[in-house]
């Protein structure tokens, strides 16, 4: 007979909390049950991403719900001792909203209110590294009900029914690539998961990897039976070591308990899964790339067709569908289509899970319906911008999307509208921007980014960036010429029409929705040679205001090229022109020696009476 | 057999007195990557694999470490040396003592990585790729590393320090030789 255990201690163990130190609160935790005599009572788990990275190492307590943001070692043992022991929550560490009211509980955090979480669905919840609690949240029972229940066929008109889309990025819909796949005639075809997730700022690949490893391992397998193959691959990149291993460990457990290997369920039907670790390749979550890449070849695309589907990894068949994709099937299968679509939008059903990031103040992974609006994301699950600055842009699939200014932010967030509006959902990262955000600027990085990462195959990608990255650089720089724009957008839609692939053919986008959006910002830098956010140190100034400054010197102080100093003869100055009435002189002021000038902005920072602009 | 490999051995410690045992320690690198070799040989598309492996065994993959693989899995050594030199993760040349990664990612962006990765180039006096001069940090640029609400972050070896601002570098270098110098006493 198993234990009672009366509570679960839930250690958020995502890579955030992992960098903030999570495994000391769980040796602490540990040490601190024992000590208590309790260990047996309790069960400490170590899960996956909970979501709310900022507030990492996050630790929550159930039958109750209780959620606990930075905890220390030192905090654990307190929990222990106050709230397991003795039944009297830590109530200083409860994560504070913006109101300044602390949410005791999960439910009453906003940041978890409105999400909605399928995807999600164990990550946070279960131990990625048991199988059994994979199998207590119905884990492998879609893969018993396929095998056991529903032809091939029925299996590909479900997910065609859901309305399930790739959640790669492009939004091609699943179950008409399964059909595809699943039609060829082959004596070998093959089941491949992209988990190249190559996306500055995008982490939710990641954390189904690293936290529910076993829902990946059972879609694929399902995939198999659909298409007809035996045979899957995860390429993951060599930058996620833990999700590497957590799924080794997946891979393995589910051949011990049966759900993977030899004649599963006793179908006839075996399927096996391996696993590919990238090397460091941007190109290679293109999907011909990422085939080359497995085959042991450099990770460059090739044309389309043919199409994966027809000829693919070792020139045979092969479905390739992104993790967040295939993370979808196993609910879809068990609730059904009808279920699903009653989820999200009618083009875009389900949920779509985001890396919310960058200028915000809850940052992390949120799982929302599709149609949600960027406001509810940004302002009430994302708790707005942080120290009271506005919003000026989001920018959605990283390097291939665009930029969604603020007269946008009642989009609804779904794959056609994002489309329309010039940016592109890709793979859910959501960076929010600031007013002290330069949009050329990061247009600029997003195109160095690009650049850098170009296989160099096709020439429009190749040089095409190329020129382009210089044009920005040029105008970053202060040294942009009339009919710059005009170029940008002229050689941006040529690399669009005639690159190779997915790269190329999305490397401008970031530089022509900038433009269509903030045409503005390139012709102040262009015209006057001006960097409205502050950033192209080529274009900023600082000056001191004479009026309000009192002459207290911290400026002078602070700066770390002495290019300040006390205005010259002005004390002189001061009594020559007031000194009627007997007043004292008047203070003595500082101005900025623009010579000398690194343009650090320090000056700014410590001034007290707000004497210091940027020009 | 065993004379090609000593031949091997002599020539890779002959680069510049590259390695790092100065042929003191007996190497038995090459065996163990030819046994990882003969474990990848039949399973196609297993370049890649092996070469993670001899980079783990070498630190980086040199010249004769390329020709080696070449050989063992039977295919042309331009072939080798392409997939070497495509992906950011192999490195022809050895590394410093810690690899210093900066995140260069939107997120980090946004929140002032570059300003980190210059007060790093200049504390060090290396470029981006470059190991100074002590042989103990070589500094790397890299994609998202996934830790975006801990922006701007900076991976020293396997510690990862977050929300760093450039006036922190020095500290956190110093820390980290500290932290990793106590550490190698200690065992």
Partial sequence: MSPFIRAHILVCSGAGCVSSGCHGVYDSLMRALEEEGILGEVKVIKTGCIGSCDLGPTVLIYPDGTFYQKVTPEDAKEIVEEHIVKGRPVARLFPRQAEGEPAENISSLNFFKKQVKVVLRNCGVIDPENIYEYVARDGYEALARVLTDMTPKDVIDTIKQSGLRGRGGAGFPTGLKWEFAQRVHADEKYVVCNADEGDPGAFMDRSVLEGDPHSIVEAMTIAGYAIGANQGYIYVRAEYPLAVSRLTHAIEEAHEFGVLGENLFGSGFSFDLDIRVGAGAFVCGEETALLASMEGKRGMPRPRPPFPANEGLFRKPTLINNVETYANIAPIILKGPDWFRSIGTEKSPGTKVFALAGKINNTGLVEVPMGTTLREIVYEIGGGIPGGKAFKAAQTGGPSGGCIPESLLDISMEYDTLTKAGAMMGSGGLIIMDEDTCMVDIAKFFLQFTQDESCGKCVPCREGTKVMLDILTRITEGKGQAGDIQTLEALGKTIKNTALCGLGQTAPNPVLSSIRYFRNEYEAHIDEKRCPGGVCKDLVGYEIDAEKCRGCSLCAKACPTQAIHPVAGEAALAEASGGEGGHKPKRRTYEIDNSKCQKCGECMSVCRFDAVSRR | ?187
């Fill in chain 2, 1 to 187: 057999m065993a004379s090609e490999v000593v031949a091997k051995r002599s020539k890779l410690e002959s680069v510049g007195g590259e390695c790092k045992c100065h042929g003191k320690l007996p190497d038995d690198r090459f065996d163990k990557l030819r046994d990882v070799i003969d474990e990848y040989k039949d399973k196609p598309g297993s370049l890649i694999p092996v070469l993670h492996e001899a980079q783990q065994l070498f630190g980086c993959l040199p010249e004769d470490v390329q020709e080696f693989v070449a050989k063992g899995l039977g295919v042309p050594e331009s072939e080798v040396y392409g997939v070497a030199t495509f992906y950011s993760l192999f490195s022809l040349k050895p590394k410093g003592k810690w690899t210093i990664s900066v995140c260069l990612g939107t997120a980090c962006y946004v929140k002032g990585a570059a300003d980190c990765l210059e007060a790093l180039k200049k504390e060090l006096g290396i470029d981006i790729g470059g190991t100074s001069e002590d042989g103990l940090f070589t500094l790397e640029g890299v994609r998202c590393v996934g830790a975006c609400a801990l922006a701007p972050v900076v991976v020293i070896g396997d510690t990862v320090y977050a929300k760093v601002k450039p006036e922190d570098i020095k500290r956190i270098l110093a820390e980290h030789v500290e932290a990793h110098s106590t550490e190698a006493h200690a065992s």
